[in-house]
């Protein structure tokens, strides 16, 4: 089981980055995203009003209002932003390592915000992780896709958006049910999408079979899958683990495109999907002594970062 979370989150949310591919040539960016989010948003509500009342006993109005917060940064914001620049003409691969950037941010960040430390075998992977992704998708980040140069800053802002949700959920004092969470951030996205489309015009779906393929694709995949699992290991293992496994993203998501798409995966991408999977072995070995105990370093004191839910 330790093993299965942690593949199927990456499986399930690289494909996201392929879904948005889908979604790019049929349809604006926001209109995918309503249309991704109001299905689910709805069966999670109808699902909340009959069968999971009491998941939401105890949970004040601030509560709720926090968790749309969350659900603005983590999905509205990030997403909007990585559909927009694929369909600005900047590839899925140069944007998956713009967000493999996303690990090292949160890893400096989690010390001071958190006082969940990093320690000095765990910075090694994380930066491991770093050249694993770079060697993926260099090549097609330097190739040139007729993209203006500042599309290539859009994901960046998509990139500290999840971080900062990522911090505001671990920050949180109050247990939240993922079920809950899950449907308060699909509903806030739903309505924030929804407004997005209308105010543009691009509410209506179009009629294309591409169209829907994708919207389905992501709503099984990326929204219940990848989101679900993402705050689902996060509460497990803490902001270092689920975050160093977006390392694994770059290199999978190109293993989706040459398995849809022929798009080529060559000795390089290989290279780097074997750098990625070192790197995540070795923030997880890391983070835990022989014993089993968390590891410490004696002179810095720095102690794994693990979620303040705990299993």
């Known amino acids: 089981m330790n093993l299965l979370l942690p593949a199927a989150f990456v499986l399930c949310w690289s494909s996201g980055f392929i879904g948005a591919k889908l979604g790019a040539g049929s ?33 004040t109005a601030r509560d709720v209002g926090r968790q749309a917060v969350i659900g603005v940064l983590s999905q509205s914001g990030y997403l909007l932003t990585v559909y927009h620049a694929i ?4 590839s899925s691969g140069t944007t998956a390592l713009i967000d ?3 690990p090292l941010v949160a890893g400096a960040l989690a010390g001071p915000l958190l006082r969940q430390y990093v320690s000095r075998r765990q910075w090694l992977g994380l930066c491991l992780g770093v ?5 993926v998708t260099l090549a097609d980040a ?63 779906p179009p009629a294309e079979l591409s169209f829907w393929t994708s919207v ?62 070192a790197a995540v072995v070795v923030v997880r070995r890391g983070g835990t002594s022989p014993g089993g105990a968390p590891a410490r370093d004696t002179d810095t004191r720095k102690a794994v970062a693990t979620s303040p839910y705990g299993a």
């Open 216 to 277: 389905t694709w992501l709503v099984v995949l990326s929204t219940f899958g990848g989101y679900g699992l993402y705050w689902l290991i996060l509460r497990r293992s803490g902001v270092t683990e689920v975050n160093t496994l977006m390392f694994l993203m770059a290199p999978v998501t190109a293993v989706w495109g040459a398995l849809l798409f022929g798009e080529p995966f060559g000795p390089q991408t290989a290279c780097g999907l074997a750098v990625g999977l």
């Open 87 to 90: 369909q600005l003409g900047v």
């Open 142 to 204: 330097t190739a040139g896709t007729g993209a203006p140069w500042w599309a290539y800053l859009v994901p960046f802002l998509g990139m500290l958006s999840l971080v900062a949700a990522t911090f505001l959920e671990s920050r949180s004092r109050v247990r939240v049910a993922p079920m809950v969470s899950m449907t308060v951030h699909c509903a806030t996205s739903a309505v924030v999408f929804t407004a997005l489309a209308l105010s543009t015009g691009g509410a209506k």
């Open 100 to 102: 493999g950037v996303q």
């Open 131 to 135: 050249g694993g992704v770079a060697m």
């Open 27 to 59: 349809a604006p960016a926001t209109t995918v995203l309503m249309w991704r989010f109001l299905p689910p948003a709805v069966l999670l509500l109808l699902f909340a009003t009959v069968l999971g009342a009491a998941a939401w006993r105890g949970l």
